[in-house]
């Protein structure tokens, strides 16, 4: 059996036992961690940081999440609107004039955290991700593909940028900025949208699927029958994600880097009304909000069954989202705990499974 490192609580002992089965069977490295009341009861992780298999994950091992990074850029939202500074019910255009631009004057702050502001395609170079004035000035140009509100098509790149710049022109500050004065610095939490080199050394690349080279592309579901007509669509590769120019850009849909222990730690602050280790950052009627539906039908570019909360994907009474590959986290407010489970480990369509497997170990 895989070695794992770490520590854990008794009552918890099925999770480090799920991790070492998933190295097992082929996973490169992962890590997971639970948290309840804001405090560690599980954080483990094992198997190894790079493709050769040559070097450990160790304890400050961090790597990319790619789509749980949504859940900080929704945690950033959330904390403006808590304090009054975001109004979710209003257009995004109070605070992004040139927003207005190809009629999108209806489309209020919530539809872009509910990915149903009608702007889910990025058709831009990947080179123009990596530049925040581009990729912020060609979304404002675009029109909505539908009425905002009336449908939802999964924001995988665009949501980041359309969240962000409503932070930065808030703020004065860029989404990673804020994120790391207000929220990973007070909670002491290793995440980082917008990686500076000095963490370079610490980054576990990611693995793409068995068979695949750094080639294989995030696509939609081939199953996937759009409600509306569909653009070309850039395709992001895991060579993209493994680039320095990833690292460096604040991407925050998708370039968030670090461990299952901060991705815990920082979602706690929604299983926990709002307050983790003595610092506040939300009130409980805005971890409540967070949490109410804004759409629930099928997703047109997911192709499948969605509820859509602010930022977060519903499910049950729990709530948070996955990252392609597998990344996930949940946070479940009725028991205080947040489960997370990160991996270098690309997987096939189905490998949303493997996290869901740490999940369901944890409860």
């Known amino acids: 059996m895989a070695e794992i490192q770490g520590s854990y609580d008794d009552l918890f002992m099925a999770v480090p036992s799920v991790l070492a089965k998933l190295l097992d069977e082929g996973d490169t490295g992962a890590a997971a961690a639970v948290y309840v009341d804001g405090e560690p009861v599980v954080d483990v992780w094992g198997g190894f940081a790079d493709a050769d298999r040559t070097t450990p994950w160790e304890r400050d091992t961090i790597t990319g999440v790619w789509s749980v990074t949504k859940t900080m850029t929704a945690l950033c939202a959330l904390i403006l609107a808590d304090r009054g ?37 990025w058709d831009g170079t990947t080179g123009d991700l990596y530049d925040w004035p581009t990729a912020t000035a060609r979304l404002a140009a675009q029109a909505s593909l539908w009425e905002p509100g009336t449908a939802a ?3 995988s790149i665009t949501q980041g940028f359309l969240v962000g710049e409503v932070v930065r022109r808030i703020t004065g500050r860029s989404l990673g900025t804020f994120f790391a004065e207000e929220v990973a610095g007070p909670l002491g939490a290793d995440f980082h949208i917008g990686l500076d080199a ?102 047109t570019r997911l192709g499948m069954q969605v509820r ?54 944890a409860v």
């Open 85 to 121: 500074d975001l109004d979710l019910d209003v257009p995004v255009a109070r605070y992004w004039p040139e927003f207005a631009a190809s009629a999108k004057q209806g489309v209020l702050v919530r539809h872009l955290l509910a990915h149903t502001a009608g702007l889910p395609d």
């Open 153 to 155: 098509g999964y924001h």
């Open 198 to 299: 000095a963490h370079d050394h610490r980054v576990a690349r990611t693995v793409p699927p068995p068979g695949q080279t750094e080639d294989y592309a995030a696509r939609p579901p081939a199953d996937a029958a759009p409600a509306v007509p569909t653009a070309s669509a850039t395709a992001i590769t895991v060579r993209d994600g493994n680039s320095a120019a990833w690292r460096r850009a604040e991407i925050p849909a998708a370039s968030g880097f670090g461990n299952a222990r901060s991705v815990a730690l920082v979602q706690s602050v929604l299983a926990c009304d709002g307050t983790v280790g003595g610092v506040r950052l939300l009130s409980p009627e805005t971890c409540a909000r967070a949490r109410q539906e804004q759409f629930h039908g099928t997703d």
């Open 308 to 361: 859509w909360g602010l930022g977060y994907g519903l499910f049950g009474d729990s709530f948070g989202w996955g990252g392609w590959g597998g990344s996930i986290v949940m946070i479940d407010p009725g028991a205080r705990m947040v489960v997370s489970y990160v991996t270098n480990q690309m997987s096939d369509a189905d490998g949303a499974m493997r996290g869901l497997e740490v999940v369901m170990a």
